[in-house]
């Protein structure tokens, strides 16, 4: 008899692993998706929807065409709670799900399992500081939806400028513990470049705002980069790219509440400041999405399966530890949890502990960025995860893949303004993704694969990976050539 | 930090005084069509050799 693997999740990583599951398993075995939205997101050009250069229906595209086609079964709904043990009226495992299609909203349903992989990636936790996100005070370009409404209020601004309004931007992070820094750096960089296109760069003030440490941390304790023969922290780089654009800067700050116009913000060394802005773009902390957990007794047991943070535990090395102790190998490498059929991949998974050093105010408070988990290591675990389990429905006892973010890199690029004869990007690869000071103790990193360059080739590269990526992720034919 | 607005003796933001700033020909070669086709080739390569290294079998 066949097996039931269910992916909860259908962004980088459960749609990754979804795909190859349906590829690599015969029909006899069952591959179910369980997504609340039913539209595919390319969250990275996400940024262009944000300043107005691409549609939302660019960026996105309908999943239930593509896994009728393949034979994947789709219910648009979320998870609610897991019961890896079954129930006292269910033998077998099973997930409890809540449909949010538009005919049965509301309507819940047991899913049961063989394998499950929680690929729910972040809850964007607008709510951990009082006046951020779309429905508050500021903007944000994590789903298409308000990337589409970030642009719209780019445009009235440009429009304020045009008149002779001078504007003041604030783009960056809105908590001390956010990640993604990633995408807030490409988002300020294309409004830069955007306003300069749109001729009213000179009436525009804009200042990145940071729970970094120093600019170039990107929530992975920084890079370094052989340069003109010295090797050269990212720091130094980022600095440079601001400069050059005449963007402003405020690091190791925490937002502690944001007001119409204005941000509160408290600094590592226990300022406390306010930033005014008239349109401010700021990305949200991350927690893991709110599922719960129940024994067959009925018992809670989701402090078991998931952290405080509502990520969930999977192989990582959890005992708490100061920095000094912090080793590459407390990282997951097969991303099992506990239950040997249940999995987490992409952002679903909870890091052991940050990258970046870890710090804490004057005052008590923690401004350390959270580690990124970006969406090359998003799909490669959906793979490999993916791979351990079809391995497993063949008879392995155990996941026979690995794909630990402290031995594999990541290949990123990072647009710094779209234009296919002026624009720029800055492409990075960095191995391994979380350095580690046992194996290259200078840096952590092994400088014959970490390099970073700015130019055209970038903003190319970006173009192509936008169409390939969503080439893939469409299924279309050769798709599973394409590398994650 | 905040970037100093100090504005230096010749009228320049402070930026220039502190920080690292590419040369006009680093700035030029950064979007000069034939040397970015060559490094369009390079960063691939580059690319590819970092997702050869991905995910392992378990050893
Ligand atoms: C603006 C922006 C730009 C970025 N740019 C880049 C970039 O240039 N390069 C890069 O490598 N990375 C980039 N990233 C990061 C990248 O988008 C993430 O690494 C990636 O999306 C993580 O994949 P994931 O599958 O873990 O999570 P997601 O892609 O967020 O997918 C999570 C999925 O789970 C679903 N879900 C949520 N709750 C439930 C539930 N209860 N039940 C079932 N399903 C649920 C969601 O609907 C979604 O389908 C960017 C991120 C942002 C926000």
Redesign the interface.
């Known amino acids: 008899m066949g097996s039931r693997v269910v992916v909860l999740g259908s962004g980088i990583a459960g749609h990754t692993a979804a795909s190859f599951l349906r590829k690599w398993l015969g029909k006899e075995h069952q591959v179910i998706v369980v997504s609340p939205k039913s539209d595919y997101n390319w969250i990275p050009s996400n940024i262009w929807v944000g300043v107005g250069l691409l549609r939302a229906d660019q960026v996105l595209f309908p999943l239930p065409p593509v896994y009728k086609r393949v034979g994947i079964d789709y219910r648009q709904a979320k998870a609610v709670a897991i019961h890896p043990e079954g129930a006292a009226d269910e033998p077998s495992a099973f997930v409890d799900i809540e449909y949010t299609s538009a005919d049965k909203a509301g309507q819940r349903e047991r899913v049961a399992y063989d394998f499950l992989i929680n690929a729910t990636g972040p809850k964007l936790n607008f709510d951990a500081t009082p006046g951020l996100g779309p429905d508050k005070f500021t903007v944000s370009v994590c789903t298409a939806e308000h990337a589409v409404q970030t642009a719209a209020l780019l445009d009235e601004k440009v429009e304020r400028m045009r008149k002779g309004e001078r504007q003041k931007f604030l783009v960056g992070m809105g908590h001390g513990t956010c990640t993604c820094q990633g995408a807030a750096f490409e988002y300020i960089v294309n409004l830069e470049f955007e306003l300069r296109h749109r001729g009213v760069r000179e009436m525009a003030d804009i200042t990145y705002l940071s729970n970094e440490y120093e600019l170039g941390d990107f929530g992975m304790g920084g890079l370094h980069l052989r340069q003109g023969g010295y090797v050269t922290p990212s720091k ?2 980022t ?2 790219l601001f ?2 654009r ?1 963007i ?5 700050a925490h937002v502690s509440k944001i007001e119409p116009g204005r941000v509160f913000i408290e600094t590592l060394a226990g300022e406390e400041k306010e930033l005014a802005f008239d349109m401010a773009m700021l990305l949200p902390p991350f927690r893991g999405a709110a599922l719960s957990a129940f024994a067959k007794d009925g018992t809670d047991i989701t402090a078991r399966l998931f952290a405080p943070s509502g990520f969930m535990k999977v192989d990582a090395d959890y005992a708490a530890k100061p920095y000094e102790q912090w080793r590459a190998a407390d990282w997951p ?2 991303y099992q949890t506990e239950f040997k059929n249940v999995f987490a991949a992409g952002i679903a998974f909870a890091p052991p502990h940050p990258i970046s050093v870890p710090r804490v105010s004057s005052k008590g408070t923690n401004i350390t960025p959270a580690p990124p988990r970006t969406g ?1 290591p998003s799909a ?2 959906g ?2 995860v993916a791979r351990s389990i079809v391995d497993m429905i063949h008879g392995a006892k ?6 630990s973010m402290a ?5 990123c690029v990072a647009s710094a303004g779209a234009n296919p ?2 624009g ?1 990007a800055a ?1 990075i ?1 960095v ?1 391994p993704i979380v350095p580690d000071f046992e194996k290259y103790p200078e840096y952590g990193r092994d400088l014959n ?1 970490t ?1 970073g ?6 903003h ?2 970006k173009i192509l990976l936008h169409h390939l990526f969503l080439h893939k992720a469409r299924m279309r034919p050769l798709w599973s050539l394409i ?2 | 930090m905040t970037t100093p607005k100090t504005v230096t003796p010749l009228g320049r933001d402070e930026h220039w005084l502190t920080v690292t700033k590419p040369t006009a020909m680093t700035r030029f070669l950064r979007t000069f069509l034939l040397w970015q086709l060559v490094r369009f080739v390079v960063l691939n390569l580059k690319m590819l050799r970092i997702i050869a290294m991905g995910h392992h079998p378990k050893r």
Do not use: C, N
């Open positions: 130094i780089f600095e440079s400069a050059e005449g402003d800067w405020v690091t190791r490498r097969t090359m490669t675990i793979k490999a155990e996941p026979t893949q690995t794909a031995e594999m890199g990541a290949a004869f002026t720029t492409s690869t191995f694969h390099f360059e700015i130019g055209l080739a970038g190319w590269i590398p994650e």
